[in-house]
């Protein structure tokens, strides 16, 4: 009697462990880098700043990594203490990529439903990424923080946090 129970408890315990792994991956979908579904910004013009006057831009060819199937960009503005809520800046999916962002305050006026002219000096734009791959895992810069200091996501967390400030010219 006592061996089965022991081995009940065996096989309960085994059971517990196998499925909490599976929850693990499920919770964690970044395990390694390769796994990753990483979109990658390569920045064409050395400054990510832009002008209130729309004489400068940021610009950058955005890649992904294989597994990556959509990804969705969503852009916050900050100007005198008061931040809004999130927009959306725009969605993508696999076939999309590659492509080029450029962002200038003629585009962002747009996105918030304002004129150009309202674009000021010290106002910042918060983007925040989001992909899904093709297993419907969901990444976010959540995500990536697990990775901190890793050298090879140095460069592809600016698809899923980055930010443009105007600036005087």
């Given amino acids: 009697m006592k061996k089965i129970l022991y081995l009940s408890i065996l096989l309960l315990g085994g059971s517990i462990f196998f499925t909490s792994c599976e929850d693990d991956e499920k919770l964690n ?4 880098i390769e796994n990753a579904a990483v979109v990658s910004f390569m920045i064409i013009n050395d400054d990510i700043n832009i002008g209130p006057t729309d004489t400068r831009i940021f610009s950058a060819e955005v890649d992904r990594q294989e597994r990556v199937q959509s990804y969705v960009l969503e852009v916050t503005r900050t100007f005198n203490g008061t931040t809004t809520d999130p927009v959306s800046f725009g969605s993508w999916t696999a076939n999309d990529f590659p492509f080029t962002m450029t962002i200038d305050t003629a585009k962002l006026a747009n996105i918030f439903g304002i004129n150009e002219s309202e674009i000021q000096a010290n106002d910042r734009f918060n983007f925040l990424g989001t992909t899904v791959d093709d297993r419907g895992a969901v990444y976010t810069i959540e995500n990536f923080n697990i990775f901190s200091g890793s050298p090879e996501l140095t460069f592809n967390v600016d698809g899923y946090e ?7 010219e």
Avoid at 29 to 32: A, E, G, L, N, V
Avoid at 162 to 168: A, M, S
């Fill in 29 to 32: 979908p970044i395990q390694t």
């Fill in 162 to 168: 980055f930010e443009i400030r105007v600036i005087d």
